[in-house]
């Protein structure tokens, strides 16, 4: 069941590059044929539901336990999430950019083992599948605002440009701006409970609420950086540049809590 499980996610990630590659062809022909983008990214995200689920049932736990299960389901949130904000934006443009990063992390996963493993026993609580749940939808609105960002200072420099590419195609400012502040504070709210349900998992495993671990480290910088993000904008009017460049730098922590401290720095959480 898990080698049919990791077939399926392996078609799902092909089907997510042919549609990265439709939406990069409507962005730079023009083209019409978005319907065909959103349409193949779909199938691939029902055939990546099916491959988490058949895993599930194969090992009896979700697959958050090490970096090729929590990969699985973060590209799989990313999908989820990045469809949602199409829908709700009205938009497709931005799958030109969405949809290629998360084949990248999507291809990480692709050559990763696959095999089954288990719960440690001293990980076995009620609160490892919310605290890792909300982990993967933080981090995953987090990566869809951060390409919003990148889109922003892009749109921004081409602004005067009245015959630039980017200029033509690319949604306006306060658009950008505004749907990433929407996916941002989603994110922090994940990121919040994040923290707090690892909190009380770790009282449970540990006897602990904190212990300064590596990642809990990380991922509280990163909760900082990014309530930085939202008191700026809310408080002090802050919008547009200043804001994107807080988006970007909380994504490069979300990085490295997600890969560096995983690969880098050890601690109770090196086999997650």
């Not at 078609?11 to 044929?33: E, P, T």
């Not at 605002?145 to 921004?156: D, G, I, N």
Request: charged share 10%.
């Amino acid at each position: 069941m898990v080698s049919t499980a990791v077939l399926l996610f392996k078609i799902s990630f092909w089907l997510y590059v042919v549609s990265a590659a439709v939406y990069l062809a409507c962005l730079l022909r023009r083209s019409r044929l978005w319907p065909i983008g959103r349409g193949l990214l779909f199938v691939g995200l029902c055939l990546h539901t099916a491959s988490l689920v058949l895993r599930y049932l194969a090992t009896g736990h979700p697959p958050f336990l090490n970096l090729y299960e929590y990969l699985l389901s973060f590209t799989w949130a990313a999908v989820l999430v990045y469809l949602v904000v199409e829908a709700a934006c009205k938009t497709e443009i931005y799958g030109a950019f969405v949809v290629p990063l998360i084949c990248v992390f999507a291809l990480v996963a692709y050559f990763l083992p696959g095999e089954e493993v288990y719960v440690m026993p001293a990980l076995k609580s009620a609160w490892r599948v919310p605290h890792i749940a909300t982990a993967i939808l933080a981090y995953s609105a987090f990566l869809v605002a951060f390409v919003l960002a990148v889109l922003y200072l892009v749109r921004e420099r081409v602004e005067s440009r009245v015959d630039s590419f980017w200029r033509a195609r690319l949604p306006q400012l306060d658009s950008l701006d505004r749907t990433m502040y929407r996916v941002m504070a989603f994110g922090f709210l994940m990121q919040t409970l994040l923290i707090i349900t690892g909190a009380m998992w770790a009282q449970y495993a540990w006897g602990r609420y904190w212990g300064w671990d590596p990642k809990e480290t990380w991922a509280l910088v990163t909760w900082f950086i990014y309530a930085a993000y939202l008191h700026t904008r809310i408080t002090m009017g802050w919008r547009g540049r200043r804001s994107a460049v807080l988006a970007i730098i909380g994504f490069v922590a979300v990085l490295f809590t997600l890969f560096g401290v995983t690969l880098l720095l050890s601690g109770l959480h090196s086999y997650a």
